[in-house]
């Protein structure tokens, strides 16, 4: 059975930083693209990065470029976002979330990340 | 960036009945090297993350009921859920994986009438 679990959430300032992990079980961790997805509060989906099976290859969406940075350790079967100069609106719930190819098919369960002063 | 419009942002459907969610993208979607529409579904139930429900405009996911069943290309995309059942109500968000960066349409939330 697939399971991604989400961890490093919490509340921090804005301007500050935090670091997401996510663990990965059930399946060939190396062998997939993974993302990270957030939802604001009441709101919809908003993709945030993803990176290749090798770590070889990353995007952005803009709103995150030269603030957030998402790396692999295939060795740990764990994915990461290292998030700083966070602000208000990057306020949400951050998803690892596994890809075939970029086809998402695997969801964890989320950690809520809160900017606030 | 593609940018992905569904209608409507809700509809109330009765038991038994039949769903329609609509789905725009800003430029197409369809491959000309494989002839595919990369384009997917998402249900998310109220607590849930989101599940996967079709791939490629039209492949359903793993264990998703037949009742479910996406259609159209390019530009255009439907997803319907024949026979409404009480655990269909949930958010739908259609999303496009042809390019970075992808992006998810803003969702239409699937009621019991």
């Known amino acids: 059975e697939v399971q991604l679990v989400e961890s490093g959430g919490g509340l921090v300032q804005p301007g500050g930083s935090l670091r997401l992990s996510c663990a990965a079980s059930?399946?060939?961790?190396?062998?997939?693209?993974m993302n990270w997805v957030r939802q604001a509060p009441g709101k919809g989906l908003e993709w945030v990065a993803n990176?290749?099976?090798?770590?070889?290859?990353?995007h952005y969406v803009d709103s995150v470029k030269g603030r957030f940075t998402i790396s692999r350790d295939n060795g740990k079967n764990s994915l990461y976002l290292q998030m700083n100069s966070l602000r208000v609106e990057d306020t949400a719930v951050y998803y690892c979330?596994?890809?075939?190819?970029?086809?998402?098919?695997?969801w964890g369960q989320g950690t809520l990340v809160t900017v606030s002063s | 960036d593609i940018v992905m419009t569904q209608s409507p942002d809700s509809l109330a459907v009765s038991l038994g009945e039949r769903a329609t969610i609509n789905c725009k993208s800003s430029?197409?979607?369809?491959?000309?090297?494989?002839?595919?529409?990369?384009l997917a579904w998402f249900q998310q139930k109220p607590g849930q993350p989101p599940k996967l429900l079709i791939y490629?405009?039209?492949t359903r996911g793993s264990g998703v009921p037949d009742r479910f069943s996406g259609s159209g290309s390019a530009t255009d995309f439907t997803l319907t859920i024949t026979s409404l059942q009480a655990e269909d109500v949930a958010v739908y968000y259609c999303?496009?994986?042809?390019?970075?960066?992808?992006?998810f349409g803003g969702g239409t939330k699937v009621e019991i009438k």
């Open positions: 430029q197409s979607v369809l491959s000309s090297s494989n002839n595919k529409n990369f």
């Open positions: 490629w405009a039209s």
């Open positions: 990176i290749k099976d090798d770590g070889s290859v990353t």
């Open positions: 999303q496009q994986y042809y390019g970075s960066p992808l992006t």
């Open positions: 979330a596994g890809a075939v190819g970029w086809i998402i098919d695997d």
């Open positions: 059930g399946f060939t961790f190396s062998t997939y693209w």
